[in-house]
């Protein structure tokens, strides 16, 4: 059928495609008949027959029938479960081509969402890690029986088959093993493993986590009920297999939800957290505290925030959307006083205790929004000269973003985990700042996440 358009692609058509780059999730994205296609798997550079798979008004799925000329970069996943698990989406890229990538991602998300000269700003190279392999220190795996057998690992790409994951490329030696042990005790223990359709059966999801630099390991049982049988020999059988386990936890979900935890946390052996250690600055993690997954970049991250602030000693910061204080903590040595804010008081109360054990007196931390408790201080007097924001994916509240325009601190240091809100919240924000310069860091190697640091300065006369 004709459009305006021109003809419009059909279901499992297949037809040509050049691949043009790659689109925010770590696929191609291509151009038939001038109708965007997306293709996972494929690489820029390469021309690919492709079968649409899914149509939308605006755009198109297809996926790759054949590689009629391949990209250069292209490599074989070391990892066998990548093609079916979708944990990672770039595995078959060449790494240091992945670094290049995810700059131009940025760069693609300030020209889509922007009005500023793209060309004319200084986007830096991508930081990378000098071994990509084995960085995250938590993992959260699903638990399910099939025949018998214990399985964990993780929801494969666009299905509900859970994909057994005896090793996982990205993840930490460390938490590799715990799973790999707890699953063998459930296993020999006969302890029932919940499953999702009948809502029968106890334990959910296995969660471990390591002290990268501490080597200290916490494993957390997720279970539907706090009644755990065989509780006593599943404990001794984690401390037998796993010699450096420092904390064993229960987390009670019983709720039908995608989320993990559950609100009910019980230490079963061991302590109610682990140490970690980040540059000079040491943490407690229990199970349900958010840390940072990769935290041998995460000190290159906060290093990068420490430049961009350039901080004198003299200045005020407020360390927007705080979590436990860690990147308002990296800077407080060199500043007048920091305040940080975060909607989850636990946060604020770990914060207080972090900047507490680190012998710091010129921090303040409050429960609330940002853009609430921003305003009272001002009222007060009090009027930051830096603000430093991480903020979920979602990007900053518009109402923040309106509070920081009436502040006007002189610096802005925006921390970022999505280039597309990144993008959205600067062309906000350039009514009255100019963007400095932006530092890519890859957190997540081998996946298509992106985050960066931006520095923006406040335009003169205002």
Not at 101 to 117: C, P
Not at 172 to 194: C, F, G, M, R
Not at 231 to 255: A, D, M, T, Y
Not at 274 to 303: H, M, W
Request: overall charge positive; aromatic content about 6%.
């Amino acid at each position: 059928m004709k459009t305006e358009q021109g003809i419009k692609i059909q279901l499992k058509q297949t037809f040509p495609l050049t691949i043009k780059r790659l689109g925010i999730n770590g696929e191609g994205v291509g151009y038939f008949k001038r109708q965007v296609v997306f293709v996972p798997g494929a690489l820029p550079g390469e021309e690919v027959v492709v079968e649409a798979t899914k149509i939308n008004p605006k755009f198109a799925e297809a996926k790759i029938k054949k590689i009629r000329v391949k990209s250069p970069h292209r490599v074989q996943p070391p990892c066998p479960f990548y093609e079916k698990c979708g944990g990672c989406q770039l595995q078959h890229l060449q790494y240091s081509e992945q670094l290049k990538e995810k700059r131009d991602i940025i760069i693609q998300s300030l020209e889509r969402h922007t009005k500023l000269k793209v060309d004319n700003l200084d986007i830096r190279e991508t930081i990378g890690m000098e071994n990509p392999w084995g960085y995250r220190n938590k993992s959260s795996f699903q638990v399910a029986l099939k025949n018998g057998k214990v399985l964990a690992g993780l929801y494969g790409m666009n299905s509900h088959q859970l994909i057994d994951i005896e090793h996982c490329a990205v993840q930490h030696s460390k938490t590799n093993e715990a799973v790999t042990s707890v699953k063998s005790i459930l296993q020999d223990l006969q302890i029932p493993i919940y499953n999702e359709k009948t809502g029968n059966g106890i334990i959910r999801t296995i969660v471990a986590r390591v002290g990268v630099e501490t080597g200290e390991l916490q494993v957390v049982l997720i279970t539907t009920q706090k009644d755990l049988p065989k509780k006593e020999f599943i404990i001794e059988g984690i401390q037998k297999r796993l010699p450096k386990v420092k904390s064993i936890v229960q987390n009670i979900n019983g709720e039908k939800t995608s989320l993990i935890f559950g609100e009910e946390t019980l230490a079963l052996a061991g302590e109610e957290f682990i140490q970690e250690t980040l540059g000079d600055l040491q943490f407690e993690l229990s199970a349900r505290t958010f840390f940072q997954l990769n935290p041998i970049q995460t000190v290159k991250l906060y290093n990068e925030v420490k430049k961009a602030a350039a901080l004198t000693g003299k200045e005020k910061i407020v360390d927007a959307y705080c979590g436990v204080g860690t990147i308002g903590l990296w800077l407080a040595d060199q500043a007048a006083e920091v305040r940080g804010m975060d909607v989850i008081p636990e946060s604020i109360d770990d914060a207080k205790k972090n900047a507490k054990r680190h012998g710091f007196t010129n921090t303040k931390y409050v429960p609330g929004k940002a853009e609430e408790v921003l305003p009272k201080w001002v009222k007060k007097g009090w009027k930051p000269d830096v603000i430093v924001v991480d903020p979920p994916r979602t990007g900053l509240d518009n109402q923040l973003l309106q509070t920081i325009l009436q502040v006007k601190p002189e610096k802005l240091i925006y921390v970022s985990c999505n280039p597309s809100t990144l993008a959205k919240d600067i062309q906000t924000l350039s009514s009255k700042y100019d963007v400095k310069y932006i530092q890519p860091v890859d957190m997540f190697p081998h996946t298509a996440h992106v985050e960066c640091i931006s520095q923006l300065i406040l335009k003169k006369g205002n």
